[in-house]
Each structure stands twice: as structure tokens, then as C-alpha cells.
């Protein structure tokens, strides 16, 4: 069965920073693109990264380029989100999602970012 889990949200003030990890199994994971989505009650989901299976090639929502960087570690079959220099805006409930050209969407339960002081 596959399973996507993200983990490492919390509270942080602006300006902090938070690593979340999204640890998955049950599908070939080299073979899919990772993306983190983030969503806010009363608002549109949006796509803050992504990067390819196995070139290396990312993207980043213009909201978020400069702080934060997505990565993946294929042979742990876990990819990341590093987050900096958080703002109030970037409160949200995060989630990974995978996917192939053929395959998935995979989505993970998410993990709560809330950033204030």
C-alpha cells in the first residue's frame, strides 16, 4: 500500500525556520516527482515545489524562492522541504504528493506549519 507521512511542522516566529519531511513507501520512489502542496481553510491549494525523480531538475512558487529549497534522498525514499526566513503568510498545512507520468497522484495526511508571534 502506498503511504506518503509528512512530518516536522510546528510553531516557529517569522523569520524561523522548519525542515519538514515527507517519508515514503510502497511505490517506486526514484520512478516520481515529489511536490509539496500547501493549503489554507477557505483558500485554493497551491504548489510551493517539486523536483523530478532521478534528474535532480526543481521548482519553486515565486512566494517562496530564495527560502525555501526541496531535496529528496532516493535511497531513503524521503524528500524534504527546508524552510527559511518563515512569514505569517506561510502558515499552512503542507502536503507531499507524488506522482509519475502514468501514476498517482499520491497524496500524504500533511503536517501543520503556523507561523507567529
Known amino acids: 500500500q502506498v503511504h506518503l507521512v509528512e512530518s516536522g511542522g510546528g510553531l516557529v516566529q517569522p523569520g524561523g525556520s522548519l525542515r519538514l519531511s515527507c517519508a515514503a513507501s510502497g511505490f517506486p520512489f526514484s520512478d516520481y516527482a515529489m511536490k509539496w502542496y500547501r493549503h489554507v481553510p477557505g483558500k485554493e491549494r497551491e504548489l510551493v515545489a517539486f523536483i523530478s525523480g532521478s534528474s535532480g531538475i526543481t521548482g519553486y512558487a515565486d512566494f517562496v524562492k530564495r527560502r525555501f529549497t526541496i531535496s529528496r534522498d532516493n535511497p531513503k525514499t524521503t524528500a524534504y522541504l527546508q524552510m527559511n526566513d518563515l512569514k505569517a503568510a506561510d502558515t499552512a498545512v503542507y502536503y507531499c504528493?507524488?506522482?509519475?507520468?502514468?501514476?498517482?497522484?499520491?497524496w500524504g495526511q500533511g503536517t501543520q506549519v503556523t507561523v507567529s508571534s
Open positions: 504528493e507524488a506522482d509519475s507520468d502514468d501514476a498517482g497522484p499520491f
